[in-house]
Structures are given as structure tokens and as C-alpha cells.
């Protein structure tokens, strides 16, 4: 399934006809420029290329009153002069005699972008819309917006879900399944945008079928729209409490870090809880580096990472509509990204230091407080530092440090709060490859002139199981490895490990290793091998070896299930060794973590974005290991949610290794979710048990002081222990923490 693009050049058309500072950057160049952009990448032609259609009056009405939709068709015939007086009625407005054409445009490509997803004529999709539409209101144009096409969109796509949802079998959703808190679960909106969306708030403030999220440029309030609204309290009215998110930024200069951390500790929890069908993207790009209404830092990558972990939501089926953005190039090259990762192409890594600043960490505790007694995915993480930092003596599992790794490590905490782009905390590690990658982030322009780093390889993902399986179904253009590496070599390396002394081992290992060298080569950027269970812990101990010593600078290994660290890991900071399955959490050194497999669903949920993508955005591999070892436990749904979003990292290369016994279902689903496919959904999240919890603090508070984008303050103390203060940083929470206690 593919991925539309929505356009339609007339909606170049609307443009300002008198002077205006604040309105003059909104104009037809944005789209063109994009355009041009998305041909030269070849990534307009991969997409399937759908003409916009206007919006008609009902439609249009689904969100915005008469007398405003007919106010704004009588601007097609009023002269220059009419158009400046009534435009200064709004604020932030210029209309044009083309304006009524064109808004209709926008907000119809949103809804042909939504039935096409809905349909299931596309997965996904990107509208390529002016003028654009979070800021515009029932009966008010605002901020550029003139009707509100999000909005517009997500009011027909919940029509159009009345009227199918009765269809037996269509949803799940239909008959007894129910939000958690006894409603229909429904629409996701993210507004990216670096602008607040409050006309997409006030339209759907009162809805819990739609969860808003929104962060924005705020400065305490003193930024554009400048509305007490916009900030981290607003969260909803009535029956809708709580599905209004709002995530205000206080300074300027936010970037990679800041973006992703808000991803995996606000909004991807509270998603995953709320189990949307749809995710529409207001897609403003005026949150990117060079943009001169969000001065914000995040490199047009970090779109691709964005959209990344949206697709884990919702089966994939995620619209994006374009808001903001008025750096043409950065606006250009952030658009490709965004378009390149809804095809299914591995997101690029991200460049620059991986820690979040003080200010971002404070406005996502905030927003985290705010919303926490409404969401039990927040809720368990603040009872849980009360429980451990109460109950669990603090010397338990933790066997402590690696000395020279973690002594000379900067606690990230005290770092001053003021936040700048050259303010930024020191990187993190000490020596080795990370030093690298926490260079200071690049200026604008240098950095906007580099193409994608990465070049597709030429293969995407291949299988190299022993016995191929015929009952294997995989997608076209997955390929069944045929090759082995050379028999002596492998013996070579096998050679140290009594387990790989067996034909069928040796076999596999052989299997193994030519995939791993086609990885390495850039040939291929994904695949799936197969080894004996009883020869897992060797085999992954040699891809590990094989991986450093062939090209890997830093190389992630997550390893599920009975498989114990290889005896000889070195120390260097070149691996990270994250095991899930382990008998009990314990943080030997900073590169060398296990934890057990958590028992629940939403333990599993809180485990992957609460340690194990923060510690591998934070690590920024090369190259990721996956391992199914025996008695990893984890279903199809779960192995493939986890590879998904691993696959975020390195490019996009992970090796997933599984056992040889493992049924052709996982290594299909595999297969399919590391060539691109949306992971299938998890349905309604079960809460974490308090173990899971428990492990998941205890190993935060282990590791937070050395890497940073764990860091996620203990939420609502006061509502929830009164006392976790005190227990959180006498006991175990102690470090770095000096303000806030
Ligand atoms: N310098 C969108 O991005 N002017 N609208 C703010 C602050 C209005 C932005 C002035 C900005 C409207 C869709
Ligand atoms: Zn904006």
C-alpha cells in the first residue's frame, strides 16, 4: 500500500497584495519550492499523485458556521482595497480574490487524503495545502488560516466512521471494545507546527473522541497567538478532559533532542493509550532549523524520526497536512523527509548531541503533571517513584558501576537552565566515537546543503533463514538470502564457541555473517537470520564481534530472552547491551543494562519508550542488533512494535536474529515491518504491572544521570506521595537534582 500526494497548483494563487511584515512570508513559493524539491528526490513520482478537489459548502460546514463560509466566498469579487479593510479584521489575514478558491482546495485535499487512507487505497499520505488551517475558527480567520482543513478532515473522517462502523467486522472497535475510560477511541491530531492550533483546541476541546496534541513556540505566553490557552494546563473541558495536550516551549532554540524526548515521554504514551484509528498531522515546518517565526533547532531529519514514530500508530494509517513553514529550503528538505519516511524509507540518523535542555525538560514535566489524572500510562510512573523510592531498599538488584565510564560523566541536571543553542550541555560520554556525534550542532545553511546522508542501499531487507520455509509469505521485494559466508572463515569464528561446533549451527552462522557483511557494505539495509536455540548466545556474541570489527562504530544490541552478556563485551562504549528478560534489573555499567520482560502490554509500551529508545537515541548506533533469544516471550504484535521502532535507529539497519524454530508468522511480520510496513496495532493497552514498573524506575534512576534523554521528572509529586520528594532523592534519585529538591 502506498502513499498519496495531495496537490492542486491553483493553490498558489492566494497571495498578498499590499504590504504586510507579519504576512508576507506566507506565500506560493512554499508550496513550489516543496514541490520542485519532493521531483528532484524522485520521491513525487514513488507517490501516487492525487488533484485536489474543493471542499463543498457542507463539508466546509462540518466545522465552520454559514455566514463565515459565505463571508469569505464574497472575497472572490471584492476589490483590492475591500480585501485590505476586511482582512484587518482578523488577525494575521490577508484574503485575495483567489483566497475562497484556494482555502476550498485545502481543505478538500484533506478530506480526499483521508477517504483515500480510510478506503484503503493508500496507508498514508501528505496534502500540500495553501492557505493553511490549525489557527482558523467556526467563524473567524486567523494566523494565514482561512477554514480549518485538520479540523475539516477529522469531522468527515469520524462522519464517515459513523457510518461504517456498524459494518460487521470492519473495526474491532464496533461492539464492546471501548476507550478505558468508556468511549469510542478515535482520531490522534498532532500539531507539529511550531504555532498553537487553538482553533483546532477550541473545535474539539469538549470531544474525547479527538486527543489534540499540540506543542508551540510560548515564552510563558509572550509568543504569537499569546493566548493563556495555549499553555500546558489547558487540557480539555468536560467529557473531553484530557484529550487536549498542549506542550508550550519557553525558549527558543529547541532541536533534535528536545523533539524526540516530547515524543517518547508525553505524546507516544498517551497515544498508545488512546489507540487512535487515524492520526492526521498538522505538519507545520516552521518548527525547523532556520525558520524565522520558531528560531527552533531541529534538523529537517528529525521530521523523518517524527513521522517514524507516528506510523507505529494506528496501522500505519497517518495524513499529513501541511500548516506552517517559511524557510523555503528548510521547509523543502523537511517535507522530503516527512514524505520519504510515509513511503516506508528507513529515517536518517539524527546529527548533534542527544540531550534535551533544561527548559524542554521542564515544559514536558509540566505538560506530563498536567495531564497525569487522566492517563494511567502517567499515573503508574508517578505511584511507581513513591513505591520504589519508599519501598525497595536501594542497594537491591543494582550492582553498581563500571568506574571509569561513569565517574567523569557530567550530571546532565546541572547544567546551567538557560537555554541556547551554544548554552547547550556537555556531551555526554566520555572519549570514543560519541564525541563525534556531539559536535556542535551546524549552522543552518551548511547544514541544509547536505543531500541525505544516507543512500539507499539496493537491497532493503532480506531473509536468510536455514530452511527456507515455504509457508513463509513475505513482500515482493523482500529477499531470500541464498549466499553463506566462506567455510573457513566461519569455522574461524566459530571456533572459540563450544555451541557452534554443530553443523547446523555453523550453517546458520555461515547465513548469518554474509547478511551481516552485505549490512555493512551499505548492499543491503535490513534482514532477518535464523539460528539454533542452543547456539543463540554464540551466535549473537559473533555478530556483535564481527559487527565491530567490520565497520560498526557503536552498535545497540537488545537482546530478548535467556541470553546472557558474552563474557568478553568490552567496556568501550562502542556497545550498548540492553537485555529484556533478564531475572531483574541491574545497570552493571552505563552500556550494559537488563531488565526483566514485562509481564503486561503497557509494562512492554513503557519499557520501549521509556528505556529502550531513549538509551538508543541517546547511544545513536550504527548498527542494531535484535535478538529473539529462547524464552523471549513476546508475541508476533509486541517483536513486531519493537523491531518497528528500533528501526528508527542506524539508518534503518537492524539484523533481527531469531530462532530457528520460531514459526514462520514472526519472521514474515518481521520481514515486513523492517521493509517499512506499519507494525499491526496492539489494540486497547493493558497497564503496566507494578513489576514492570518497578524495574522501569528503578533502572531510570540508575541511569538517568548518564543518559539524558531518560531524564523525565517524577510527575505530580504532590498529588500523588506527598512524600516521594524526599524518598526520591535521599534514596536513589539523588544526583544531578540539586533544583529540585
Ligand atoms: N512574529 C501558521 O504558521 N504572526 N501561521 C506571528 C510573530 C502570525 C502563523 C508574529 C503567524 C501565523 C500557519
Ligand atoms: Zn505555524
Excluded at 300 to 308: I, R, S, V
Excluded at 594 to 607: A, N, R, Y
Amino acid at each position: 500500500m502506498g502513499t498519496a500526494l495531495v496537490y492542486h497548483e491553483d493553490m498558489t494563487a492566494t497571495r498578498l497584495l499590499w504590504d504586510d511584515p507579519e504576512c508576507e512570508i506566507e506565500r506560493p513559493e512554499r508550496l513550489t519550492a516543496t514541490l520542485d524539491r519532493l521531483r528532484q528526490r524522485g520521491l513525487e513520482q514513488r507517490c501516487l499523485r492525487l488533484s485536489a478537489r474543493e471542499a463543498s459548502k457542507e463539508e466546509l460546514g462540518l466545522v465552520h458556521s454559514p455566514e463565515y463560509v459565505s463571508l469569505v466566498r464574497k472575497t472572490q469579487v471584492l476589490g483590492e482595497e475591500e480585501l485590505q479593510a476586511l482582512s484587518g479584521q482578523f488577525d494575521a489575514i490577508y484574503f485575495h480574490p483567489s483566497t475562497f478558491h484556494c482555502a476550498r482546495l485545502a481543505a478538500g485535499a484533506g478530506l480526499q487524503l483521508v477517504d483515500a487512507v480510510l478506503t484503503g487505497a493508500v496507508r498514508n499520505g501528505l496534502a500540500l495545502v495553501r492557505p493553511p488551517g490549525h489557527h482558523s475558527q467556526r467563524a473567524a480567520a486567523n494566523g494565514f488560516c482561512v477554514f480549518n482543513n485538520v479540523a475539516i478532515a477529522a469531522a468527515h473522517a469520524k462522519q464517515k466512521h459513523g457510518l461504517h462502523r456498524c459494518v460487521p467486522g470492519w473495526l474491532q472497535g464496533c461492539g464492546p471494545r471501548r476507550h478505558s475510560k468508556g468511549r469510542h477511541r478515535w482520531i490522534l491530531i498532532v500539531d507539529w507546527d511550531v504555532h498553537h492550533g487553538q482553533g483546532i483546541q477550541y473545535l474539539f476541546e469538549d470531544d474525547p473522541s479527538v486527543l489534540y496534541f499540540s506543542w508551540h513556540r510560548y515564552e510563558h505566553g509572550r509568543f504569537w497567538p499569546f493566548l493563556r490557552e495555549s499553555d500546558a494546563d489547558a487540557v480539555g473541558r468536560g467529557q473531553g478532559l484530557g484529550f487536549t495536550v498542549n506542550l508550550p516551549w519557553n525558549q527558543v532554540g529547541m532541536g533534535n533532542a528536545d523533539y524526540v524526548a516530547a515524543f517518547l515521554h508525553l505524546l507516544l504514551p498517551l497515544a498508545f493509550e488512546f489507540d487512535p484509528e487515524l492520526v492526521l498531522v498538522s505538519a507545520g515546518f516552521d518548527s525547523a532549523i532556520g525558520d524565522p517565526e520558531g528560531q527552533m533547532q531541529a534538523t529537517p531529519e528529525c521530521f523523518a524520526h517524527l513521522t517514524h514514530l507516528l506510523q507505529v500508530l494506528a496501522s500505519g494509517r497517518v495524513c499529513a497536512m501541511l500548516e506552517g513553514g517559511y524557510h523555503l529550503e528548510s521547509l523543502a528538505e523537511s517535507v522530503c523527509m516527512t514524505v520519504q519516511t510515509l513511503l516506508g524509507d528507513p529515517a536518517p540518523p539524527l546529527s548533534g548531541p542527544m540531550v534535551p535542555c533544561q527548559s524542554a525538560l521542564e515544559s514536558i514535566q509540566s505538560a506530563r503533571a498536567a495531564q497525569a489524572p487522566y492517563w494511567k500510562s502517567l499515573q503508574l510512573q508517578g505511584q511507581c517513584g513513591q513505591v520504589l523510592g519508599c519501598r525497595i531498599p536501594p542497594q537491591a538488584p543494582c550492582s553498581g558501576y563500571d568506574s571509569e565510564l561513569s565517574l567523569d560523566v557530567t550530571p546532565v541536571l546541572t547544567s546551567p537552565s538557560t537555554h541556547s543553542p551554544e548554552g547547550r550541555p556537555p556531551p555526554l560520554l566520555p572519549g570514543g566515537p560519541m564525541c563525534k556525534a556531539a559536535a556542535p550542532a551546524p549552522a543552518p545553511s551548511s547544514l541544509l546543503d547536505q543531500p541525505c546522508l544516507c543512500p539507499a542501499p539496493s537491497v532493503r531487507t532480506t531473509v536468510a533463514l536455514t530452511a527456507p520455509d515455504i509457508t513463509l509469505v513475505l513482500p515482493p521485494d523482500v529477499i531470500q538470502q541464498e549466499g553463506s559466508a566462506l567455510r573457513e572463515e566461519t569455522e574461524a569464528w566459530a571456533r572459540p564457541h563450544e555451541s557452534l561446533a554443530r553443523k547446523e549451527a555453523l550453517t546458520a552462522l555461515g547465513k548469518l555473517l554474509y547478511l551481516l557483511d552485505g549490512m555493512l557494505d551499505g548492499q543491503v539495509n535490513s534482514g532477518i537470520a535464523a539460528t539454533p536455540a542452543s547456539a543463540a548466545a554464540a551466535t549473537l556474541d559473533v555478530a556483535i564481534q564481527r559487527g565491530l570489527s567490520h565497520g560498526a562504530q557503536r552498535l545497540l544490541c537488545v537482546a530478548l530472552g535467556q541470553l546472557d552478556r558474552p563474557p568478553d563485551l568490552a567496556h568501550d562504549g562502542r556497545t550498548l547491551w540492553l537485555n529484556i528478560g533478564g531475572k531483574e534489573a541491574a545497570a552493571l555499567s552505563m552500556f550494559q543494562v537488563s531488565t526483566p520482560l514485562p509481564v503486561m502490554t503497557g509494562g512492554f509500551l513503557s519499557c520501549i519508550l521509556g528505556l529502550v529508545l531513549p538509551l538508543a537515541y541517546g547511544f545513536q548506533p550504527d548498527l542494531v542488533l535484535v535478538a529473539l533469544g529462547p524464552g523471549h516471550g513476546l508475541q508476533g504484535p509486541h517483536a513486531a512494535l519493537l523491531a518497528a521502532m528500533l528501526r528508527g535507529l542506524a539508518g534503518g539497519r537492524v539484523l533481527a536474529l531469531l530462532e530457528e524454530d520460531s514459526t514462520p508468522q514472526l519472521a514474515g511480520i518481521l520481514a515486513r515491518v523492517l521493509r517499512g510496513e506499519a507494525p499491526p496495532s496492539l489494540g486497547p493497552s493493558s497497564v503496566a504491572s507494578p513489576e514492570d514498573v518497578q524495574a522501569l524506575m528503578y533502572l531510570r534512576g540508575q541511569l538517568e544521570p548518564q543518559w539524558a534523554m531518560l531524564q523525565v521528572r517524577l510527575i505530580a509529586e504532590a498529588w500523588l506521595c506527598p512524600g516521594a520528594r524526599l524518598c526520591r532523592r535521599g534514596r536513589w534519585g539523588g544526583q544531578g537534582r540539586a533544583s529540585e529538591c
